[in-house]
T-cell receptor
Framework: AQSVTQPDIHITVSEGASLELRCNYS??????LFWYVQSPGQGLQLLLK??????LVQGIKGFEAEFKRSQSSFNLRKPSVHWSDAAEYFC????????FGAGTRLTVKP | EAGVAQSPRYKIIEKRQSVAFWCNPI?????LYWYQQILGQGPKLLIQ????????DSQLPKDRFSAERLKGVDSTLKIQPAKLEDSAVYLC????????????FGPGTRLTVT
């Protein structure tokens, strides 16, 4: 069965510092992988997605993610965090039956 | 382009009462999803419609939850009777089709059952 693990419940970084959010997945075939961001009181917004091809995926707002099949990982990165990036981040796997991780809350220190 | 609309945004009910949520997807989107997001967890798919037909409702608690999308556009999700553990945010999403099409999410309805 497909599943997603986000090991970090809460991460705090300083503004301007780099960011990496971890995501590990379990999936029977070649996975479709997604990262979503959710700000308080808002719905989820797609940051980026991976279906096939180049394993380094570029998304919106300066985010990127790298698919590593050998590690079953799809970690999200950003070289320099802005205060507006503070939100909840969800990794997801699948297509129709999409499974979400429990999320990682990002706090940005000034 | 208008996004996915949901109403109400907030609802407080007592246990054993009934409640209904409404979703209006993005125009032209054939696929509609309802998710339940309990505090501290990721969204969980409850039901997926393709036009007005159900594609997947395997995680819908059918003894108390029901959903319909009669004309292949708007959808309603109903809970009857509600339990305390139904307190959650109910998210509606839509996409052009199933599979690799991006899902667009509405702002959600926050339900509190007391």
């Amino acid at each position: 069965a497909q599943s997603v693990t986000q090991p970090d419940i809460h991460i705090t970084v300083s503004e301007g510092a780099s960011l990496e959010l971890r995501c590990n997945y379990s999936y029977g075939a070649t996975p479709y992988l997604f990262w979503y961001v959710q700000s308080p009181g808002q719905g989820l917004q797609l940051l980026l997605k991976y279906f096939s091809g180049d394993t380094l995926v570029q998304g919106i707002k300066g985010f990127e993610a790298e698919f590593k099949r050998s590690q079953s990982s799809f970690n999200l990165r950003k070289p320099s965090v802005h205060w507006s990036d503070a939100a909840e981040y969800f990794c997801a796997v699948g297509t129709n039956d999409m499974r979400f991780g429990a999320g990682t809350r990002l706090t940005v220190k000034p | 382009e208008a996004g996915v609309a949901q109403s109400p945004r907030y609802k407080i009910i007592e246990k054993r009462q009934s409640v209904a949520f409404w979703c209006n997807p993005i125009s032209g989107h054939a696929t509609l999803y309802w998710y339940q997001q309990i505090l501290g967890q990721g969204p969980k798919l409850l039901i997926q419609f393709q036009n007005n037909g159900v594609v997947d409702d395997s995680q819908l608690p059918k003894d108390r939850f029901s959903a319909e999308r009669l004309k292949g556009v708007d959808s309603t999700l109903k809970i009857q009777p509600a339990k305390l553990e139904d307190s959650a945010v109910y998210l509606c999403a839509s996409s052009l089709g199933s599979g690799r099409y991006e899902q667009y999410f509405g702002p959600g309805t926050r339900l509190t059952v007391t």
